[in-house]
Antibody, heavy 125, light 108 residues
Framework: QVQLQESGPGLVKPSGTLSLTCTVS?????????WTWVRQSPAKGLEWIGQ???????KYNPSLKSRVIISLDKAKKEFSVEFKSVTAADTAVYYCVRDALEIGGGEPTDWFDSWGQGVLVTVSS | DILMTQSPSSLSASVGDRVTITCRAS??????LNWYQQKPGQAPKLLIYTASRLQSGVPSRFSGSGSGTDFTLTISTLQPEDFATYFC??????????FGQGTKLEIK
C-alpha cells in the first residue's frame, strides 16, 4: 500500500520560496506513475500544479510554470516542489499525489489514486 | 483549459436516499473523468476512475456513468459516512488537469 507524506515549512514570507518534499513508501517510484503536486484553497479549489515521471520528464500548470520546479530523487524515494516569488495567493493546502497511468488497448488514461495527508502553507510576513 | 462544472454545488439528503451528482465538461473528454470524495480535514480519496470503474475498496453503492461531456456520480443508498464533498476531475487534457468546484453533500 503506497503512502505519501509531505514535509516542509508551514509559513513562508511573501516574495520568498516555498519548498516541499514528499516521501514515498510502500511502492517503487518507477512504473507507470506521474508524481504530482496539487493544491487546494478556498479561492481556487483544487488546482493541479505539475508532475514528474521517473525518467525526469515534467509537466506544469501553464499558469504556474514560470515559478515552479518539480524534482525527483529516486534513491531517497522523494519528490519535491519549489515555488518562487510566492504571494498570499499561494496560501493553500499542498498535497503530493500519485497519478496512475494506464496504457492499454484504448486511449491512455490516468487518475490520482493515492494522496498525502496535505500540508497547509501560509504566505505571510 | 477544460472547465468542469458540477451541479448542484450543495445537496441535502437523508440516510437511505439515492443521490446523483452531475459533472459537465466544457469540451469533449471521452471517458477521462474521475470522482473523488473529501471529508473535512482529509485529503481527497479516489472513488471512480475512467467514468465508471470503481476503485478497489470503495463500496458498490457508488457508481459512475457518462462519456463525452456529461457525467454522473450516483450513491444508491446513502450511508452516514457518505456525507462529504465530491469532486470530479478530467484527465483528458494531460497537460492541464482540472477539477470541478465540488458538491457538498449534507445531512437533511
Amino acid at each position: 500500500q503506497v503512502q505519501l507524506q509531505e514535509s516542509g515549512p508551514g509559513l513562508v514570507k511573501p516574495s520568498g520560496t516555498l519548498s516541499l518534499t514528499c516521501t514515498v513508501s510502500g511502492a517503487s517510484m518507477s512504473g507507470h506513475y506521474w508524481w504530482t503536486w496539487v493544491r487546494q484553497s478556498p479561492a481556487k479549489g483544487l488546482e493541479w500544479i505539475g508532475q514528474i515521471f521517473h525518467s525526469g520528464n515534467t509537466k506544469y500548470n501553464p499558469s504556474l510554470k514560470s515559478r515552479v520546479i518539480i524534482s525527483l530523487d529516486k534513491a531517497k524515494k522523494e519528490f519535491s516542489v519549489e515555488f518562487k516569488s510566492v504571494t498570499a495567493a499561494d496560501t493553500a493546502v499542498y498535497y503530493c499525489v500519485r497519478d496512475a497511468l494506464e496504457i492499454g488497448g484504448g486511449e491512455p488514461t490516468d487518475w490520482f489514486d493515492s494522496w498525502g495527508q496535505g500540508v497547509l502553507v501560509t504566505v505571510s510576513s | 483549459d477544460i472547465l468542469m462544472t458540477q451541479s448542484p454545488s450543495s445537496l441535502s439528503a437523508s440516510v437511505g436516499d439515492r443521490v446523483t451528482i452531475t459533472c459537465r465538461a466544457s469540451q469533449y473528454i471521452s471517458s477521462s473523468l474521475n470522482w473523488y470524495q473529501q471529508k473535512p480535514g482529509q485529503a481527497p480519496k479516489l472513488l471512480i476512475y475512467t467514468a465508471s470503474r470503481l476503485q478497489s475498496g470503495v463500496p458498490s453503492r457508488f457508481s459512475g456513468s457518462g462519456s463525452g461531456t456529461d457525467f454522473t456520480l450516483t450513491i444508491s443508498t446513502l450511508q452516514p459516512e457518505d456525507f462529504a464533498t465530491y469532486f470530479c476531475q478530467q484527465s483528458y487534457s494531460i497537460d492541464m488537469y482540472t477539477f470541478g468546484q465540488g458538491t457538498k453533500l449534507e445531512i437533511k
